[in-house]
């Protein structure tokens, strides 16, 4: 990566490759230069697949709202979590995973040490202030052996960086604009979460933070 001159009078954090915990790294401005293209290829994929506020089992209404692309999508409704083809408001499947967004995955996780990663799903998910995701494990993929790659543009968050045990208390790291985190191996099961987004606005995505999951999840052989 180039440093990014513009970013000595702009304040904005140079480039930089950080181990956080064994299996966890943050890749800081990894994806800011083209920030703008991957926010245009998730307007093609919310233009079919729209945000949605999902229904966790319990019954409670999710303060993110969610979208996928990709072969298979993680959707939540009263009978629980899971992986599906088609998006459940459209019927269809869900919109493919542009080639921007898949490309800049691969690149992060090759860089991060994980060099054949193959997403078949990419979460969305949307945060207007306020909005909050709690401690959680992403455990739905049924293979563990690939990592986790999230991408984060527009508003700043604190993002709770837990451990393996629940009842630790997480480390709350600043993710801005453009920094991508990977976790894996040691570390694909960690606790993490997102701490309520504060209100402002960003040049590219207004009052929202737009998150991206990509994920590995098994598929059966038919
Ligand atoms: C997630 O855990 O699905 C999203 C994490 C984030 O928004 O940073
Ligand atoms: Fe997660």
Not at 6 to 21: K, V
Not at 91 to 119: E, S, V
Not at 198 to 220: D, M, Y
Request: overall charge positive; hydrophobic content about 40%; charged content about 20%.
């Amino acid at each position: 990566m180039m440093p990014d001159s513009n970013s000595l009078f702009t304040g904005e954090a140079q480039p930089s490759i950080e181990t956080l915990a064994e299996g966890v790294t943050l890749l800081r401005a990894f994806c800011r230069e083209e920030a703008p293209a991957l926010l245009d290829a998730i307007a093609t994929v919310v233009a079919d697949s729209r945000f949605r506020n999902m229904v966790v089992p319990s019954g409670h209404t999710m303060s993110v709202a969610m979208t996928n692309c990709g072969d298979l999508g993680w959707i939540t409704d009263r009978t629980g979590y899971r992986y599906t083809a088609h998006d459940p408001l459209t019927g269809k499947p869900w919109p493919p995973m542009p080639a921007p967004l898949l490309h800049l995955a691969q690149r992060a996780a090759a860089t991060a040490a994980f060099p054949r990663f193959t997403p078949n799903a990419c979460l969305i998910n949307r945060y207007a202030p306020g909005t909050r995701l709690s401690l959680h494990q992403d455990k739905n993929e049924q293979d563990y052996t690939h990592p986790i790659v999230s991408v984060s543009l527009g508003l700043p968050a604190t993002f709770l960086l837990g451990t393996l045990r629940r009842t630790d208390t997480p480390r709350r790291i600043r993710i801005e604009h453009g920094d991508t985190l990977v976790w894996g191996g040691p570390a694909r099961l960690i606790y993490h979460g997102v701490a309520p987004i504060a209100a402002s606005t960003h040049p590219l995505t207004g009052p929202f933070r737009i998150n991206l999951t990509f994920r590995r999840v098994a598929t059966k052989l038919s």
